[in-house]
T-cell receptor, first 112, second 114 residues
Framework: EDQVTQSPEALRLQEGESSSLNCSYTVSGLRGLFWYRQDPGKGPEFLFTLYSAGEEKEKERLKATLTKKESFLHITAPKPEDSATYLC?????????????FGDGTTLTVKP | NAGVTQTPKFRILKIGQSMTLQCTQDMNHNYMYWYRQDPGMGLKLIYYSVGAGITDKGEVPNGYNVSRSTTEDFPLRLELAAPSQTSVYFCASIKSRDRGDTQYFGPGTRLTVL
């Protein structure tokens, strides 16, 4: 059974204070690891897909990296508008129909 | 494209009542999903569909039913609502299950059962 654990549950940063969010996973063969951003009262919004260990993706102040056991979402010089819940999900090769297993998320608050 | 749309946005039900949550996508996606999200938690898969006429159970299917008569629509039916079904429900879709296909989510339906 695929499992995803995200840490920390909540993270408070000052504007400009860089940090990282962690996503640890167990899966019998990784088809893809996804990062989503979720604002309060809204559906998850896609950020990145990572396929294999060593891969990195960047978008503005966010950078996602992947190893065989975990993924990190690095936030560089965050701004208050980066405040949101960040969700990690995996799809295993043993999973049919594109089903994803989600972690519980990390709620990021960036104070001005 | 409107993407994935859901109705209603909010609903309050009494215990034992029934209702249907609507989900429509206009991207011609084959795969559709229903998730529930409880406060502070991730998404749990309720049901999914790989195409019109084909549905299957996810992780937490009890108390729910689905149908998929068209590619566009994937309604979720709650029979005999219970307080444990108070949650936010999200519908999602992808084009295929090719490598790393992104899930597109609707805005959600917030359901309260009293």
């Amino acid at each position: 059974e695929d499992q995803v654990t995200q840490s920390p549950e909540a993270l408070r940063l000052q504007e400009g204070e860089s940090s990282s969010l962690n996503c640890s996973y167990t899966v019998s063969g990784l088809r893809g690891l996804f990062w989503y951003r979720q604002d309060p009262g809204k559906g998850p919004e896609f950020l990145f897909t990572l396929y294999s260990a060593g891969e990195e993706k960047e978008k503005e102040r966010l950078k996602a990296t992947l190893t065989k056991k975990e993924s990190f979402l690095h936030i560089t010089a965050p701004k208050p508008e980066d405040s949101a819940t960040y969700l990690c999900a995996v799809q295993g090769v043993g999973t049919n129909a594109g089903k994803s297993t989600f972690g519980d998320g990390t709620t990021l608050t960036v104070k001005p | 494209n409107a993407g994935v749309t859901q109705t209603p946005k909010f609903r309050i039900l009494k215990i034992g009542q029934s209702m249907t949550l609507q989900c429509t996508q206009d991207m011609n996606h084959n795969y559709m999903y229903w998730y529930r999200q409880d406060p502070g938690m991730g998404l749990k898969l309720i049901y999914y569909s790989v195409g019109a006429g084909i549905t299957d159970k996810g992780e937490v299917p009890n108390g729910y039913n689905v149908s998929r008569s068209t590619t566009e629509d994937f309604p979720l039916r709650l029979e005999l609502a219970a307080p444990s079904q108070t949650s936010v429900y999200f519908c999602a879709s992808i084009k295929s299950r090719d490598r790393g296909d992104t899930q597109y989510f609707g805005p959600g339906t917030r359901l309260t059962v009293l």
